[in-house]
């Protein structure tokens, strides 16, 4: 599973991640290249964090 997240919604893609996965994920920064092109997977917003278990 991966979330891509804007700082504003980072709290909701933590717990939308432990409740579906039961288990803690790796929070990462969105690296540069990434960060032109990858929005909020709940707005529009660029994102600023990858929450995944990989």
Same mark, same amino acid.
Do not use: G, Q
């Given at each position: 599973?991966?979330? $891509?997240?804007?700082?504003?919604?980072? $709290?909701?893609?933590?717990?939308?991640?432990?409740?579906?996965?039961?288990?803690?994920? $790796?929070? %990462?920064?969105?690296?540069? %290249? %990434?960060?032109?092109?990858?929005?909020?997977?709940?707005? %529009?917003?660029?994102?600023?964090?990858l929450v995944? $278990?990989?």
């Amino acid at each position: 599973m991966k979330i $891509n997240s804007c700082e504003t919604h980072i $709290n909701r893609a933590l717990d939308e991640f432990v409740a579906k996965e039961e288990t803690f994920p $790796n929070m %990462e920064p969105v690296t540069e %290249e %990434e960060k032109l092109s990858t929005t909020c997977d709940y707005c %529009e917003l660029l994102a600023v964090y990858l929450v995944t $278990n990989t």
